[in-house]
Nanobody, 124 residues
């Protein structure tokens, strides 16, 4: 059974950067599209990035475009979310998710696999 494990969250000042990692145990990510979602207190879960299994296609919403970058290293079985110029409104629990179908992951936002989440707090 594939398990997704996020790391790299923490406390950062506005304008700062963090890099989140999503690694797997029990299987590989090679054939899966992977995405990052976030959920802030009292808000609905929001998709913030998506990458195809090959890494050739990425999708990001306007709210993070130009600041967040998703990438993957299939040799290391890891997907990354580089977050720059962080803002207080980026504060949330960030979840890694994966699915064999990019449409189900990125459009329907109903992926089969979920990680446990990592907290990102942007505050001075």
């Amino acid at each position: 059974q594939l398990q997704l494990v996020e790391s790299g969250g923490g406390l950062v000042q506005p304008g700062g950067s963090l890099r989140l990692s999503c690694a797997t145990s029990g299987s590989t990510l090679d054939d899966l599209a992977v995405g990052w979602f976030r959920q802030a207190p009292r808000k609905e879960r929001e998709g913030v990035s998506c990458i195809s299994s090959s890494g050739g296609t990425t999708k990001l919403p306007d709210s993070v475009k130009g600041r967040f970058t998703i990438s993957r290293d299939n040799a290391k079985n890891t997907v990354y979310l580089q977050m720059n110029n962080l803002k207080p409104e980026d504060t949330a629990v960030y979840y890694c998710a994966a699915d064999g179908e990019m449409y189900r992951l990125c459009v329907l936002r109903d992926p089969y696999y979920w990680g446990q989440g990592t907290q990102v707090t942007v505050s001075s």
